[in-house]
C-alpha cells in the first residue's frame, strides 16, 4: 500500500522519520516530498498528485502551520489535507502539549470538527508516541479494508433503484419533489427487523422529520408503513423518507413553487431542497450508526417534475414570470450521479456544500435545456 506522508517539513524530521519507521515496519511503500524526482510540474502539483497516487495518507500536525505565500493562501499541508478528505482516505494525527501558531490551530479545528469522533484520540507528545499510534492506526485500517469491502457497482445500482420513476401522463397536485437517495457501503445490516418495526422508533422519526430541521410539516397526515423490509413514512405534500434494514434511504423533499401562472422549476429551490435532504441524511446516519459501520456514501439525485416545467433561476423567473421556453419533451437517463460515485461517508457533513453545487449543475445541465 502507497501511504503518503503530510506535515510540515523543517524542524519536524524527527516526527516524520517517526512515521516512515512505523510505515516501514508494515512493509508498505512511503510518498514523501523529499523522494519526488526533478519534474517539469510545480512542488504543489508533484505533492497533490502524490496524494491522488497514494492509498493513504498521514497527516501529522504540530505546532507550526507553515510556508503559506501560496495561490490559495494555504500551506502546503493544508491543500493536501483538503485533497485527501474529499477521498476519504486520510489518517490525522495532533501532537499535544504544544503552543499552536493561530494558523495551525485554526486548521486544527478544521480537521477536528471533519472528523466528528472518527479519528479523535489520535494524538501524540513524542516521536515514539507517534510511531506507536501511526502503526496501529494503519494496522486497524488494513483489518478494516479486508474485511468489509466495499462493493461500489452495487451501492450505485441500488441508489439509482430507489429513485422513483414517474408514469408518463401522471398528474399530481403538489408540486414538484427532489428525490435523493443514499446508499451506504459495505452492505451490511444497520437496522434489525424488529428496530424497523418499533413503534417508538418510528414515532420518534416523525418527530425529527416534523421538526424545523426536518421537511414533513407538522399541518400534515403523517403516514408510516412497511413495504418489502423497508419502513416508508409520507405525507400528502409527497414529502417521503425511506429507510431499510441495511441504511439505504430515500428522501424526497417538496421543492419551493414558482410564483406567477408559469411555474418552473427554480434552481434556487432545488439547492434548498438539496441542501435540506443531504442535512436530514447525515442526520439519520448517526442516528442508526453511531459506530460508522458505513463508511462510503452513493448519492443520486432527480426531480419529479409531473410533466416539463423548465428551469430558471429567482431571478429570471421574477424578470419574466408568465413567458419561458421549454423543451416539449426531456429525454429519460436516469437520476444524476456523481463522478466517481462514492465518497467518504463524512462528505455529506463536511463536503455538503460541493455536494450540493455538484449535483445542481447536473441536474440544471438535464432540465434547463
Request: charged content about 25%; some cysteine.
Amino acid at each position: 500500500m502507497k501511504i503518503f506522508v503530510s506535515s510540515v517539513m523543517n524542524g519536524f524530521e524527527e516526527f516524520r522519520e517517526a512515521a516512515f519507521a512505523a510505515i516501514r515496519s508494515l512493509d508498505h511503500d512511503i510518498v514523501r516530498a523529499e523522494d519526488f524526482p526533478a519534474s517539469t510540474s510545480s512542488s504543489r502539483v508533484a505533492c497533490l498528485q502524490g496524494v491522488r497516487e497514494a492509498e493513504l495518507v498521514v497527516l501529522i500536525l504540530g505546532e507550526r502551520y507553515g510556508w503559506s505565500d501560496t495561490r490559495s493562501g494555504l500551506s502546503p499541508t493544508h491543500e493536501e489535507y483538503r485533497e485527501a478528505v474529499t477521498d476519504g482516505k486520510l489518517i490525522p494525527f495532533v501532537q499535544t502539549g504544544v503552543d499552536r501558531e493561530p494558523a495551525q490551530q485554526s486548521f486544527v479545528d478544521e480537521v477536528e470538527d471533519y472528523d466528528t469522533g472518527m479519528h479523535r484520540g489520535r494524538t501524540f507528545a513524542t516521536a515514539e508516541d507517534l510511531r506507536t499510534e501511526i502503526t496501529r492506526a494503519i494496522s486497524r485500517h488494513q483489518l478494516s479494508a479486508a474485511t468489509s469491502p466495499v462493493d461500489v457497482p452495487a451501492m450505485v445500482r441500488t441508489a439509482r433503484d430507489l429513485i422513483p420513476e414517474e408514469e408518463r401522463g401522471l398528474v399530481r397536485m403538489t408540486g414538484p419533489l427532489l428525490h435523493l437517495s443514499v446508499v451506504g457501503g459495505p452492505a451490511q445490516t444497520i437496522i434489525r427487523p424488529s428496530e424497523i418495526e418499533d413503534q417508538k422508533m418510528i414515532d420518534g422519526l416523525v418527530a425529527n422529520l416534523s421538526a424545523e430541521s426536518g421537511y414533513f410539516t407538522y399541518r400534515l397526515r403523517t403516514e408510516p408503513r412497511l413495504e418489502e423490509g423497508a419502513l416508508l413514512i409520507e405525507q400528502e405534500s409527497g414529502a417521503l423518507f425511506r429507510i431499510d434494514e441495511a441504511g439505504s434511504m430515500l428522501l424526497s423533499v417538496p421543492i419551493e413553487q414558482a410564483s406567477g401562472h408559469i411555474k418552473p422549476i427554480i434552481e434556487e429551490n432545488v439547492s434548498a431542497a438539496m441542501d435540506q435532504a443531504l442535512i436530514v441524511a447525515d442526520s439519520m446516519l448517526e442516528k442508526f450508526d453511531r459506530t460508522q459501520k458505513l463508511t462510503r456514501v452513493v448519492t443520486a439525485a432527480d426531480i419529479g417534475t409531473n410533466g416539463v416545467f423548465g428551469w430558471r433561476t429567482a431571478r429570471e423567473q421574477a424578470s419574466s414570470p408568465d413567458s419561458i421556453q421549454i423543451a416539449v419533451e426531456r429525454s429519460s437517463s436516469g437520476p444524476a450521479l456523481l463522478n466517481p460515485p462514492d465518497r467518504t461517508r463524512m462528505a455529506l457533513r463536511a463536503e455538503r456544500d460541493r455536494l450540493v453545487a455538484d449535483l445542481l449543475a447536473l441536474l440544471r445541465r438535464r432540465y434547463r435545456t
